[in-house]
């Protein structure tokens, strides 16, 4: 196992910011970040980072944790393995010594990423030993890559030989079931053992963010009549729908540019790279996708298409040029000289040509589309004008902000004029009519959604209800990827009883002596903060720190609770106290907060009690229904003192303020909460 030192001292380096930004676009905002939740779909950030607590919480679902967690969440991994990755990328050493026993999933998962792991480096070796590989190397030297090209990018050679990889494999002790399921290796068609998925191509390893294998692209060599390029099937690691190739390469450019150039070719990535322009992905052998340009709108806020100019590559353009508006990005099109792509043109031209061209050339989408209508002689015909005029509009009508709507067409109603006398009211016009339709084509995809999930629903049988089964922590070791629609409905944990928790924690001793007068574990609804309280009220009595960084630090669920219980969606503005000469203040006076509070909770209490006692009280009879009924009217009355009565009456002042930690202090554990 892990130590406790090593895991603080991973959590200490780690910083969660840059974690967390490898899957989510932050922006600063006060004292921490925001952005889009990845656990749940939405426009509005309500994402939040806290460096200075090392937590995440989304206001949206309700999902919160720190760093480990979120590691944990977004690679599927279980919490040794998301130690061990923050580990070895920010430099803490950890011993090879693991004895927690994963859950059948995350074991599962682990076992394709190191069984993907051990086929780059087969694949790297064999470019640089195998003989069958020359053919490999001579094409990757008249590219002017060498050695140090195929190290960084990982490329590599899968030899000829049907079974290299698999009797490798075999030998390392790998299990052919995560060969499988990387789709590394097929079942053989004789009946028994099993045949490489790649064989004799040139490899291209596909990386994530985070720079882990998780596929490959193999590349034909000789005049083959085959696909030129193979792809990694799906697998549970890899959706080619939500990968970049070179993104790992290309994030850190990207933010610093906020611009990202989209190529076609793994080798156009490779040569930019190589030449000083580091912002460049490419579409990773599909075609533009939503998550594919969710990833790329994480980092940059524009995204520059280079696509060949033959007829596949003009329509790919013009469908990723939709995709990246509806997405929010600025979108400008790059036409490169005839004959070039980007990999021959920086190499006969240089970065500085490359540079440029791009900032001279590069055109808005509108200018881009009507450029190429003209060129394809449809601006000169009548019957063809209006097309082209709908077909730019539906571009623009993919623009989620209204006002760069409205900008977009009295930009177009300028470019027009040229070719033909329009009214810029008859463009917004039939921009409402292309706007109608696609709303109309949105409710029609969401009916027949609803219709496929009924169908489904009704295929399976129901699952039964459990108490509480989406605020069960996850155990260490174990993956703890949330299903996104139980996210977004699990039940919001009371306010009230969060901000005990709350309290207890920023305050310490003192704070937590008062409140425990008052309460106990018996009162709290919620399964989570009631394990959080007992936990406060333990460590009160061994006399050990209580802490919003001692709790920050612990295993879950405590991390995430305490992003629960101290983030909040609403805050006075950082510029508040300019604009009106006040300092706002959340406890101006705690042990006032603490009582309000204390109050709430006790409500809550006693209108649980009064709801359990009305069932009970149903199907009873006889004395045992008297004795129920006294009980309820008793607890009628606590309930209507404290509904009616101002919490400084129900709850007397501390005998003093707020002291510093006084560990000489014994504290005898004494509730006076009712029940």
């Not at 640089?128 to 001579?138: T, V, W």
């Not at 790992?248 to 190589?274: M, S």
């Not at 912002?279 to 298409?305: D, W």
């Not at 808005?364 to 004008?385: C, H, I, Q, Y």
């Amino acid at each position: 196992m892990i130590s406790d030192d090593k895991k603080e001292e991973v959590r200490a380096a780690a910083d969660i910011v840059e974690v967390v930004s490898d899957y989510v676009k932050l922006k600063k905002s006060g004292s921490g970040f925001v952005g889009l939740c990845p656990y749940h779909d939405e426009k509005t950030p309500s994402f939040n980072v806290t460096p200075r607590l090392g937590i995440f919480k989304c206001f949206g679902c309700g999902e919160s944790g720190d760093v480990f967690k979120f590691v944990m969440d977004q690679e599927g991994v279980g919490f040794t393995e998301a130690v061990r990755q923050l580990a070895e990328r920010y430099g803490v050493f950890i011993p090879e010594e693991d004895n927690e026993e994963p859950s059948e999933t995350t074991q599962l998962r682990e076992g394709i990423y190191h069984a993907l792991k051990f086929a780059g480096v087969f694949f790297y070796r064999n470019l640089i030993e195998n003989s069958e590989a020359e053919k490999a190397r001579k094409y990757l030297e008249k590219r002017g890559y060498n050695r140090e090209v195929y190290k960084k990018f990982g490329l590599g050679y899968a030899p000829s030989d049907g079974e290299a990889l698999w009797k490798a494999a075999q030998n390392a002790g790998i299990d052919d079931e995560y060969l499988v399921e990387a789709n590394l290796i097929k079942p053989s068609n004789r009946g028994s053992g099993f045949y490489d998925t790649f064989r004799g191509r040139l490899m291209f390893p596909i990386f994530n963010p985070t720079g882990k294998v998780i596929a490959f692209a193999g590349r034909v060599l000789g005049d083959e009549k085959t696909a030129k390029y193979i792809n990694s099937a799906q697998t549970k690691v890899y959706n080619k729908s939500e990968v970049v190739y070179g993104v790992n390469f290309a994030k850190n450019e990207i933010r610093k540019n906020k611009e990202v150039i989209l190529v076609e070719g793994y080798t156009d990535v490779i040569t930019l790279n190589e030449h000083g322009i580091g912002n460049v992905v490419a579409s990773s052998g599909t075609s533009l996708t939503v998550g594919q340009m969710k990833i790329l709108h994480r980092y940059g806020e524009r995204i520059v298409m280079i696509y060949d100019s033959d007829s596949a590559g003009q329509t790919a353009m013009k469908r990723g040029i939709n995709i990246a508006l509806a997405e929010g990005m600025e979108v400008e099109l790059l036409e490169l000289p005839e004959g070039q792509d980007p990999d021959s043109f920086v190499k006969q031209f240089g970065k500085e040509s490359f540079d440029e061209l791009k900032n001279e050339e590069a055109a808005d989408f509108v200018d881009f589309l009507l450029l190429k209508a003209e060129e394809e002689g449809r601006m000169a015909k009548p019957t063809e004008k209006p097309k082209v005029i709908t077909e730019v509009l539906e571009a623009i009508a993919n623009i989620p902000d209204t006002i760069q709507r409205q900008v977009y067409v009295q930009y177009l109603h300028q470019q027009i004029q040229k070719f033909q006398k329009v009214k810029e009211s008859d463009l917004f016009e039939q921009l409402e009519r292309v706007l109608a339709e696609k709303r109309q084509e949105e409710q029609r995809s969401a009916r027949r959604e609803q219709a496929r999930e009924r169908a489904q629903q009704q295929e399976q049988p129901p699952v039964p209800e459990g108490p509480g089964d989406d605020d069960v922590p996850p155990l260490p070791g174990t993956s703890a990827r949330p299903n996104r629609q139980a996210s977004s409905t699990r039940k919001k944990k009371p306010h009230f009883e969060k901000e005990l928790i709350r309290l207890m924690i920023t305050y310490g001793r003192d704070m937590v002596e008062y409140i425990c007068s008052f309460t106990n574990a018996k009162l709290f609804e919620d399964e989570e903060l009631q394990q959080f309280y007992e936990d406060v009220t333990d460590r009160f009595k061994e006399e050990k720190e209580i802490s919003i960084q001692v709790y920050s630090g612990k295993e879950e669920p405590f991390p995430r609770l305490v992003g629960d219980v101290l983030l909040e969606q609403h805050t006075a503005s950082d510029r508040h106290e300019e604009k009106v000469g006040l300092k706002y203040e959340k406890d101006k006076n705690p042990y006032k907060t603490a009582k309000s509070a204390i109050r709430a909770t006790q409500i809550n209490f006693y209108k649980r009690k009064l709801n359990e006692l009305a069932d009970r009280i149903g199907s009873s009879s006889g004395d045992k229904r008297l004795k129920l009924m006294e009980r309820q009217k008793d607890i009628k009355s606590k309930l209507t003192r404290r509904e009616t009565a101002d919490p400084d009456d129900l709850f007397p002042d501390p005998e003093k303020g707020l002291r510093k930690e006084d560990n000489d202090k014994v504290f005898v554990y004494k509730m006076k909460g009712e029940e």
